[in-house]
């Protein structure tokens, strides 16, 4: 593990800003003051069994109580919570909701088209749901049974997923944004024999193949007996294969508009979820029912400061966990009204988000610091039209924010009255971790700031795992214990799980990311420790799986990823590598260059498509063989120039000790090659 990440020192005297007042007619926060925070997150880490069952009491309807409220450790690896309860998350999300107000809107669907939205009532959505989850039934699909979606931004992606949960089958939702290959490898771990899809999806005014993509995927899948496809665009040409392929419309119109919600135990499955670890192969993080239930709902509630009336609007997609926990789950869990936004923040202007915002009344606001950035790039005059005025709280998510982007979103959007959360959180903990509290929480921009209730956090060495106690320390971040909605495995690998989470410092959680706590004991998220994952537009990928793309193009012989930083994407990916038969034409070859990237892109997807690719006669190496990511880095990055190579002190202060290369010439080749290259 390298510290690199480590050496960024937290502003010292960073800005606070305190908690707005509520304005006029605007209710107020739950919590409203440092000290009801205070006093309810130390009950919670003192007795977490009274403060969680108080909570899963008044926040969730059980169909049978739980006892125990929490049982087993990070040490044994075998945590539960709400033992022997019985719960439904659909139940929770939709029907109780739609028995005492079928009319209120649960989901309003923006469209890719700007003129486009449909306000979808809970009556409907128990109607949708209920009618899928009989289709899924007449399929055979049982509780315990995994389905995979992969799906565009549309209300039937929410509908799928709360189908599965009424009937207790496990989703694994993949993002609509991988490929084919990527697709059918988490069919394949996840041994599901049914798959929801789409013909195709919109997402910027361009058309994505969804079924066709499917369709590859399926090719290596014998396992999938059933297909429903949903009819998004409804083009005649997209390929449709009966008896295996059924169409969405036609099988939901003839089920009945009702069907039982089966109660789950608290700890069966709830869904998983891919992410990348620093092996290529992605893991699949388990999700049980109650206790990411309450973690999600609790979250909502209190971090968007949810009420009766709020019109949530989250940004992020299904695919991903943030569109699990903060557009399905904890608003709908909530009763309030969520948006499902199904293009993108520059389409057809850089406006959109505000349009969306002034149109449905959004009262908080979900994005990424990525989009962030871009959007304050483009000029404050896409705002000027809209209407912010119902904006409370404004979320953060996916990376660290800097104060640039978190003051742009203060002023700008927020017009210096909206609470700025940052939200700090992971796939495996499954709602967020860290973050200010709207009506009690003084901000400091570029801090997640304090752990939410429950959460026990500690800073620990990362050389001897000895937490570091007290302020203005940095190491890397865990959690000493439990907490209800941190993921419970990884699926049929639960020694994975062990070892990536819970070994590396025995009895604590381990998250993989650095951070400081400075003098007021705020949290400042640093990124991840271990390099060989990186983060790109909030998007979480490994260098291993880039790597194993490339190296699967007939002319490359060797991979080396590595992330640099990037002003707008936060990191960027950069790929060195070598060929099998180098010749001085070949390696800036357009033509290579581009079969290589699109290489990466139909392996994994479009969103990991490298910033730079530099084929390079050579890699640096230990006399081990072991490839040496650090010179990598720090040249990709441009931290080295041309001249540095000429003189030896330059470059060992730039680069650190070089004396264990095997062939110590290769750093100058390396240098002049990415200085030629585009
Ligand atoms: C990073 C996304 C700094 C972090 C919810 C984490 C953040 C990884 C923040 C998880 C934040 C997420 N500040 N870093 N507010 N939020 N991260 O699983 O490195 O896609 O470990 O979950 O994103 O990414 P994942």
Redesign the pocket.
Known sequence: MTTDLLTNAPEVEAPVFPPRPPRQGRPTPHISSMDEYKKMYEQSIADPATFFGKMAQDLLTWFKPFGKVTFGSFKEGNVSWFLDGQVNACYNCVDRHALANPDKIAIIWEADEPNQHVSISYGTVLAEVSRLANVLKKYGVRKGDTVAIYMPMVPEAVYAMLACARIGAVHSVVFAGFSADALRDRMLDAKCKILITADQGKRGGKTIQLKKIADEALAECPSVHTVIVFQRTGDAAVPFHPPRDVWWHDETMNQRPYCPCEPMNSEDPLFMLY?SGSTGKPKGVLHTTAGYLLGVTATTKYIFDLHEDDVHGCMADVG???GHSYIVYGPLANGVTTILFESIPTYPNAGRYWELVDKHKVTSFYTAPTAIRALRRLGDEHLQPYNLDTLRVLG??????NPEAWMWYYKVVGRERCAIV???????TGSIIITPLPGATPSKPGS?TLPFFGVDVAVLDPQTGKELVGTGVTGVLAVRSSFPSIARSIYDNHERYMDTYLKPYIGYYF???GVTRDKDGYYW?R??VELDVI?VS???MSTAEIESALVQHAACAEAAVVGIPDELTGQAIVCFCTLKTHTAPQATDQTLLAALTSQVRSHIGPFATPKRIVVTPDLPKTRSGKIMRRILRKVAAGDVGEEDVLNEDVLRLKLGDLTTLADPGVVAALVKRVATSQ
């Open positions: 992410t991903w966990i943030t953060s998510v996916g990376e660290p924010i940052d939200t700090y959180w992971q796939t495996e997640a998250t993989g990311d998220i990124g991840r983060n909030g998007h979480r």
